[in-house]
């Protein structure tokens, strides 16, 4: 079994800053691309940030200079720095990972969700 686990979320004034971090567990052989995903009432899901085992990294026009992406592959882990928050960032932040729990079998797997509110 595998398990991503979010934290970091909460309610932050707009210009300020949240750092929301996940972790993979269980079952892993390797980690591939990681990102975080967010997600408002009525919307589709959208990618925010993306970063590849090697750390090239890649940014929704909406967040580029404010946010950044980075992982610690010895841990599993991946972080999202949000500097500069706009009452537009509010809303569900899911970590994701494509993940080998052996050599040839890989899935997409998502985290449960972290709520993120900025307030004007």
């Known amino acids: 079994q595998v398990q991503l686990v979010e934290s970091g979320g909460g309610l932050v004034q707009a210009g300020g800053s949240l750092r929301l971090s996940c972790a993979a567990s269980?079952?892993?052989?390797?980690?591939?691309?990681m990102g975080w995903y967010r997600q408002t009432p009525g919307k589709q899901r959208e990618l925010v940030a993306a970063i590849t085992s090697g750390g090239n990294t890649d940014y929704a026009d909406s967040v580029k200079g404010r946010f950044t992406i980075s992982r610690d592959n010895a841990k599993n882990t991946v972080d999202l720095q949000m500097n500069s928050l706009k009452p537009e960032d509010t809303a569900a932040y899911y970590c994701?990972?494509?993940?080998?729990?052996?050599?040839?079998?890989?899935?997409?797997?998502w985290g449960q969700g972290t709520q993120v509110t900025v307030s004007s």
């Open positions: 269980g079952s892993i052989f390797r980690i591939n691309d």
């Open positions: 994701n990972a494509e993940i080998q729990t052996r050599v040839l079998l890989r899935r997409s797997y």
